[in-house]
């Protein structure tokens, strides 16, 4: 007979990988969420739609169109394989905290040159 104080772990929930990576190709962040890391999931949402409203609002001759253009490209695809990865990472429980992880340090690294 099992005592009181023993409790039994819930089972986690493991992530699609494919999945997250699906959702990330239509709304940039959404894996992320899926995945449980809802903050960077957000930031990433936030971040693209900034980049995007930048594309469309500024002169077509402007630097700064140019510059959130870039944004646009590099955090749509660090959407969806940021998504993948970290359901990958979940499923078995090695997903480093965001100032561990090496695919936001290389994405920080390439939207602000090294800053």
């Known amino acids: 007979m099992e ?9 986690r929930k493991l992530r699609s990988a494919g999945f ?35 594309v469309v609002a500024l002169n077509t001759e402007s630097v700064l169109r140019g510059a959130s253009l870039r944004y646009l490209a590099a955090i749509y695809i ?23 992880n090496p695919r936001v340090a290389a994405v920080l690294n390439l939207l602000t040159n090294g800053f």
Do not use: H
């Open 78 to 100: 660090f959407s969806f394989l940021d998504a993948y990865y970290t359901a990958l990472e979940v499923n078995v429980e090695k997903d480093p905290p965001a100032y561990q």
């Open 3 to 11: 005592s009181p104080s023993t409790t039994v772990p819930l089972p």
């Open 20 to 54: 997250a990576f699906l959702i990330s190709l239509v709304i940039p962040g959404s894996g992320q969420v899926y995945c449980g890391k809802k903050l960077r999931g957000v930031s990433t949402f936030v971040i693209f739609l900034l980049a995007a409203f930048g």
